[in-house]
C-alpha cells in the first residue's frame, strides 16, 4: 500500500466496531445487574437506605422519618408509599405547590427498594405488592365496575384523569406501571384516598389493573377518543368543528359563482 | 285637534319626497364561465370530477364493509368498519350535492327573475259574498235564535277535554313519601358497593373511603337502582381530632368514621370525589364543595344545604350499621321537603 494516500477504512470496519461496543456494554450491564439481587429489607440494604435518606429525604422529612417543616412523618407509610413516591419521580419534592408532579425519576430501582426498606424498619405498613396481583390477565369486567364505582369520579371513567379543587387534580393512569397503580390504591399518596385490602381486595386491586391496562391496550370502539376527557371536549370539537362546516357550506351556497 | 298634537318634530313625520326608492334590480353581471367557453369547460371538468369522487365514495363504503367485517367479540373491526362505511358513504352524498350545487352555481342560466306577490287582502266582492254566506248559515240553523242549543253546545265543547286531563293521573304512581325515605332503617348493615358485603369498623383505617349500600340492596329484583340512587353513602374515616361535630350530632360517627349521602343536595349527581388532606367532597357536576369535616357545609358552588349525615353505630359483631335512616331527605331540594 502506498502510504502517500490517505487511510481508507474498509466498508466492514464500522459494523464491527459498532458490534464490539454493543457486545462490551451488553455483557457489562448484564454483570452489573447480577450483583443487584439482595433480599428485601436486609440489614446491609437497611443501613445503605439509611445512608440515602439521611442525605436526600431528611431535610423535609426529619432525621429519623419523624416529619419536620415542609414535609409529613414517613413512620408507618410503608415500603409501597416510598416505592410509589420516588418510583415515580414524585420524590424527592421540587417546589411546594398544590400537587407533586411525576418528573423523571431520581435514583436507581436498587436505591429506592433501599430506601423503602428502610421506612419499612420504623414501623409497619402497606408492604411492596406481591406480583401475583401484577399480572393484567384479571376479570376485566368486575375491573371495570369497581374502577367505576371507586376510581371513575376522578380519574375518568378510562383513566384519563380530572381537575380537583385549587389546582390539584387527579393524574392520567395510561402508562402508569401496575406496580405504581397498586402502590397508589393501598398508600393513597397526596390528596388521593386509601384503598386497603378489606375495601378492595388484592384480586380487586388485579381486576382494576387488568381493566385499566385493557382500555390502555384497546383502542376506542367509538372512534377517536379526543382524549376521552368528556362531554364538552367532544361537545366542543362538535360545535368548532361540524358547525363550522355547516356554516362554510352555508355561505358557500349563498355566494354568487363570480 | 290641539296645537300640541301638530307640533311633533319634522324628523319624526314621513316626508314622502325623502322615501327610500325601490333600488330594483342590480344590473345582471356576467360570470367567468358566461364570457369564457374555456371556464365553462373548466367548470364542466369539476362538476364531473365531484360526480367520480362520489362513486369513489360509494366504493370505499363497499370495501369497508368487507375488508372490516363485524365478527364475533371483536370491537376493534366495529371501529373500522362504521369509520369506512361512514366516510365512504358521505363521500358519495356530498359528491352529488356539492357536484349538484356547483354545476347550478356556475353552468345554469343565473338571470335575475322578479315575481310580484298577488295582494293579502281578498277582493271587496268575496268578502262580501263571505259575509252573506256566514248570514245565511246563522239564519238557517238559528244559532244565534236557539240559545238552548247554542249554550249546551258551549257547556259540551268545554266539558270534552277534561277526560283527557283526568287521564294525566295515570302517568304514574303517586309519589307519596318516596322522596323523604331511603332504604336505610336503624341496624341496616353498611355494605359495599357492588358486592353487599358487610363492612367492619376495623376494616376502615385512616384515609379510607368506602362507598356504601345498605346490606339487602344488591339482592333486590326490584326498583333496585331508584334504592341506590337515594340510598347511596360515601364512608370515610379521617384522623381523630379533626372532626367538628355538633353536640346534638355527636354521637351520628364512629372513632372518626363518618357516613354520608352520596347524593349532592344541587341536582343529584354523586359527590365522591374526596381529597384526604383537606377533607374537602366535590361533585363533579358543578363543583359543590363540602367540608366532611364540618358536617358536609357547603364551601363552594351550587348546591343550597349540606349532604344529610347517616348516624352510624358498631353492632356485637363489630359491623357499621344505621341508626335510623336519614333525618332529612336527600338529594335535591323540592318545595315541600321540610313538611
Known amino acids: 500500500m502506498n502510504s502517500d494516500k490517505p487511510l481508507h477504512r474498509k466498508p466492514w470496519a464500522a459494523g464491527l466496531v459498532v458490534f464490539f461496543g454493543l457486545v462490551l456494554s451488553g455483557g457489562g450491564y448484564a454483570t452489573a445487574t447480577n450483583v443487584v439481587e439482595t433480599e428485601f429489607g436486609s440489614a446491609e440494604q437497611v443501613s445503605e437506605g439509611r445512608k440515602l435518606f439521611l442525605a436526600n429525604c431528611a431535610s423535609c422529612h426529619g432525621t429519623n422519618g419523624e416529619g419536620a417543616i415542609g414535609g409529613p412523618s414517613l413512620i408507618g407509610v410503608g415500603a409501597a408509599s416510598v416505592d410509589f413516591q420516588v418510583g415515580t419521580g414524585r ?8 400537587q407533586l408532579y411525576k418528573k423523571p425519576v431520581q435514583f436507581t430501582e436498587e436505591q429506592i427498594l433501599a430506601m423503602a426498606a428502610y421506612v419499612a424498619s420504623l414501623a409497619p405498613g402497606p408492604a411492596l405488592p406481591d406480583p401475583e396481583f401484577l399480572r393484567t390477565d384479571g376479570d376485566v369486567e368486575h375491573g371495570g365496575e369497581l374502577f367505576r364505582i371507586n376510581c371513575a369520579m376522578c380519574h375518568n371513567a378510562v383513566g384519563a384523569g380530572g381537575a380537583l379543587t385549587e389546582g390539584k387534580f387527579a393524574p392520567a ?39 385499566l391496562k385493557y382500555v390502555e391496550n384497546n383502542p376506542s370502539v367509538g372512534g377517536f377518543a379526543l382524549g376521552s376527557v368528556g362531554p364538552v371536549a367532544e361537545g366542543l370539537f362538535v360545535w368548532i368543528f361540524g358547525l363550522g362546516f355547516i356554516i362554510a357550506i352555508s355561505v358557500w351556497l349563498g355566494a354568487k359563482a363570480n | 285637534m290641539s296645537e300640541v298634537e301638530k307640533s ?18 342590480e344590473p345582471h353581471r356576467l360570470r367567468m364561465t358566461d364570457k369564457s367557453e374555456k371556464h365553462a369547460k373548466n367548470a364542466e371538468r369539476q362538476v364531473a370530477f365531484m360526480f367520480l369522487l362520489s362513486i369513489v365514495g360509494a ?27 361512514g366516510l365512504g358513504m358521505s363521500l358519495s352524498l356530498l359528491g352529488i350535492g356539492f357536484g349538484a350545487v356547483h354545476w347550478a352555481k356556475t353552468l ?20 262580501a259574498a263571505a259575509v252573506e254566506i256566514i248570514k245565511l248559515a246563522d239564519g238557517e240553523s238559528g244559532f244565534t235564535r236557539r240559545k238552548l242549543i247554542r249554550r249546551t253546545m258551549y257547556g259540551a265543547l268545554a266539558f270534552l277535554p277534561i277526560p283527557a286531563v283526568v287521564i294525566f293521573g295515570d302517568l304514574g304512581p303517586v309519589v307519596g313519601d318516596t322522596l323523604k325515605r331511603t332504604m336505610w332503617k336503624a341496624g341496616t348493615r353498611l355494605a359495599k358497593d357492588p358486592t353487599g358485603i358487610p363492612i367492619k369498623a376495623s376494616e376502615v383505617t385512616v384515609g379510607s373511603v368506602f362507598h356504601v349500600i345498605p346490606e339487602g340492596l344488591a339482592e333486590l329484583t326490584e326498583h333496585k337502582l331508584e334504592e341506590k340512587a337515594k340510598a ?108
Open chain 1, 91 to 98: 420524590m424527592p419534592g421540587q417546589a411546594s405547590g398544590p
Open chain 1, 173 to 211: 393512569l395510561d402508562g402508569v406501571t401496575e406496580k405504581h397503580i397498586y402502590e397508589a390504591m393501598v398508600t393513597g399518596p397526596q390528596n388521593m384516598p386509601v384503598f386497603n385490602d378489606a375495601n378492595l381486595t388484592p384480586e380487586d386491586k388485579k381486576d382494576i389493573i387488568s381493566y
Open chain 2, 8 to 25: 311633533y318634530s319634522p324628523g319624526l313625520a314621513t316626508n314622502i319626497e325623502k322615501a327610500i326608492q325601490d333600488p330594483g334590480v
Open chain 2, 59 to 85: 366504493i370505499i363504503a363497499v370495501w369497508g364493509f368487507f375488508a372490516f367485517p363485524i365478527s364475533g367479540g371483536d370491537l376493534s373491526a366495529t371501529r373500522n368498519n362504521s369509520l369506512w362505511m
Open chain 2, 108 to 127: 345554469m342560466p343565473d338571470n335575475e327573475i322578479t315575481e310580484e306577490r298577488h295582494l293579502a287582502r281578498s277582493s271587496d266582492e268575496n268578502r
Open chain 2, 232 to 339: 347511596a353513602v360515601l364512608l370515610v374515616r379521617v384522623n381523630p381530632g379533626v372532626l367538628n361535630e355538633a353536640p346534638e350530632k355527636a354521637g351520628w360517627s364512629y372513632d372518626g368514621i363518618v357516613a354520608y349521602s352520596k347524593i349532592c343536595t344541587h341536582v343529584g349527581c354523586p359527590v365522591a370525589l374526596y381529597e384526604q388532606h383537606t377533607h374537602h367532597l366535590l361533585c363533579p357536576c358543578h363543583q359543590s364543595t363540602f367540608d366532611l369535616a364540618d358536617h358536609c357545609k357547603v364551601v363552594f358552588g351550587p348546591a343550597a344545604r349540606p349532604l344529610p349525615q347517616l348516624p352510624i353505630a358498631v353492632d356485637a359483631e363489630g359491623y357499621l350499621i344505621a341508626q335510623s335512616d336519614f333525618l332529612e331527605p336527600v338529594g335535591p331540594t323540592f318545595w315541600d321537603m321540610r313538611k
